[in-house]
């Protein structure tokens, strides 16, 4: 038992009469203790030992000295624990302290002598009040995710509420400046509205051109500049460094707390566009939580903010950045050292090209001519195998090595199936004339489904029929019996359906053709064209001559 236990009994069993001496004998303590429990119910505080005495006892005032100089030194010419060390045995003639002893003194005394002189860090933190709907923190994170089974760092954007903590949060491929409005145009509107009052923000280049000295004054970016006019967003610049990171520590804690409770595992999933469907809803569902020892959740909080938000403009804002690259002569443009297709009949033209955050969109004039997604590499390359079906179909021989082929494989709209059909067509028509057919094959996805081509491959393979009329009519039957019960699904690693028949192009449209209710031609006119028989010769009136 304690000895604040032991007193207690002492004194229970005093008050029921026993002695002095009876005490001693049952607690097994002397006379003393027995005194000074009867005395006070509290027991004495123990006396703390007599500090051991050290070898650097004698250095620690010449230390101090060092330390205290170094409050007007330079930066770069402070004493460092081991110049302390080196000073001590050379002009002290210091005798038994070692390295260890001056390091561990000096860890903790330098920091007070820059806290009494009024000069150290202050490692306090003071709590802050937010007014509802006032203020707001924005902040990139860095995730990794499994796309499409590749491992792949993105960014995280968020941005935070102060007043309530409701916070919104979206992936993007990079962090540039398209990442950086998307982020805000989607918050926004997640929020119903803008803060009225200042929004924190670290010194990314997507906003900051130039940080000016040691103050908060900023040169900004030209969009940046555009788009917090647009919007009304009344921009707060935190310092530099970590010191920074301490000025919005709400949005710094909100990142780590989601990618730990969000992301962890690692998630997989098949685009960007299904992670943030998720992320939507798991900002919906955080609207329940409560942050540390609040009275109330996030939603609750959120309900009274929300209200006092600053309106949306109804302008939208182009957060897309405009570039106008020229096609080169293998029918891509250069966005960011990386590469896209566009039609090959662009190629020495310039495009306008709207970069996006995740995709970017290329037009010709007004009229959009390609969408891509965009890579998460550098020096990547991202090919259609439909722009270029017009320079194959006069080159054919460059099909079978061509990048896009590959390309075109490895995201499935190039199948088993077109193998198959193209490996028959070569055989019966020759690798050029059965290239071109895989071609016209290929030409048909731009006014059919991709189902049903392959369906109307796989059903002309069954029945021998190497051409791309008798593709194009198997495919036009499939996509016509499409909403039947009894039309059979076929996919891409070549199942095919049994009594598979084929009708040719031709006989479909002599079966299709309207009646001929015309008479017969006759061609009795032309009969007085014909050359008149001269009748037989008669015999001569007057008879034989010889």
């Not at 903590?165 to 989607?186: D, L, N, P, T, Y």
């Not at 002569?329 to 970069?355: C, D, E, F, H, K």
């Not at 009708?503 to 015309?518: Q, V």
């Amino acid at each position: 038992m304690s000895k604040l236990e032991l007193y207690a009994a002492i004194r229970r069993d005093a008050r029921t009469g026993m002695s002095n001496r009876a005490l001693q004998t049952k607690h097994g303590v002397g006379f003393r203790t027995v005194q000074k429990a009867l005395a006070s119910a509290w027991p004495e505080p123990r006396k703390k030992l007599p500090q051991r005495t050290s070898k650097i006892d004698p250095y620690k005032n010449v230390i101090d000295q060092m330390l205290r100089a170094d409050l007007d030194a330079p930066r770069k010419q402070r004493h460092t624990t081991k110049r302390i060390f080196d000073r001590l045995v050379s002009e002290h003639h210091a005798v038994g302290v070692s390295y260890q002893m001056v390091r561990a003194y000096v860890a903790q005394r330098r920091s007070e002598i820059w806290t009494e002189s009024g000069r150290g860090p202050s490692k306090a933190f003071v709590p802050q009040s937010h007014r509802p709907g006032a203020e707001a923190e924005v902040d990139f994170g860095e995730v990794t995710i499994r796309l499409a089974d590749e491992m792949v760092k993105c960014v995280l954007f968020s941005l935070r509420l102060s007043y309530s903590g409701k916070a919104v949060h979206r992936v993007f491929a990079s962090g540039g400046q398209e990442a950086f409005f998307e982020g805000h145009v989607h918050a926004f509107s997640v929020l119903g509205g803008v803060p009225f009052g200042k929004v924190r923000y670290d010194n990314l280049k997507a906003a900051v051109a130039q940080v000016l000295g040691f103050s908060r004054a900023r040169v900004e970016t030209a969009r940046w500049t555009a788009f917090r006019s647009h919007y009304g967003i009344e921009p707060f610049y935190c310092q530099p460094g970590k010191q920074g990171a301490h000025e919005k520590g709400g949005v710094e804690g909100d990142i780590g707390w989601f990618r730990r409770n969000h992301m962890v595992p690692i998630l997989d999933v098949a685009s960007l566009a299904e992670l943030n469907v998720l992320i939507d809803a798991w900002d919906l569902a955080d609207e329940t939580r409560r942050i540390g020892n609040r009275a109330r959740t996030i939603g609750e909080y959120f309900a009274i903010e929300a209200p006092l938000l600053k309106m949306l403009p109804t302008e939208p804002f182009e957060t897309g950045l405009l570039l106008t690259p020229r096609v080169d002569r293998y029918s891509q443009i250069t966005v960011r050292t990386n590469r896209y297709s566009v039609p090959a009949r662009l190629i020495g033209r310039r495009v306008r090209v709207m970069l996006h955050a995740s995709e970017l969109v290329i037009y010709d004039g007004r009229e959009e001519v390609a969408r891509h997604e965009r890579l998460l590499a550098k020096a990547a390359s991202r090919l259609e195998l439909d722009h270029y079906l017009e320079v194959l179909i006069r080159k054919p021989g460059a099909l079978p090595g061509a990048t896009v082929l590959e390309q075109a494989r490895a995201a499935g709209k190039f199948t088993p199936v077109h193998d198959e059909w193209w490996a028959a067509a070569c055989k019966a028509h020759g690798d050029a004339a059965g290239t071109r057919a895989l071609i016209e094959v290929l030409l048909l996805t731009r006014h059919m489904a991709h189902e049903h081509i392959v369906t109307g491959i796989v059903t002309a393979i069954r029945a021998g029929a190497l051409t791309a009329d008798a593709v194009a009519l198997e495919a036009r039957k499939a996509a016509d019996a499409d909403s039947s019960t009894n039309t059979e699904p076929v996919t891409a690693s070549g199942s095919v359906p049994t009594g598979a028949t084929v009708t040719f192009l031709t006989e479909r449209r002599l079966a299709h053709l309207p009646p001929d209710n015309r008479p017969l031609p006759s061609v009795a006119a032309y009969d007085q064209l014909l050359r008149h028989r001269r009748p037989a010769a008669q015999p001569s009136a007057q008879g034989d001559t010889s």
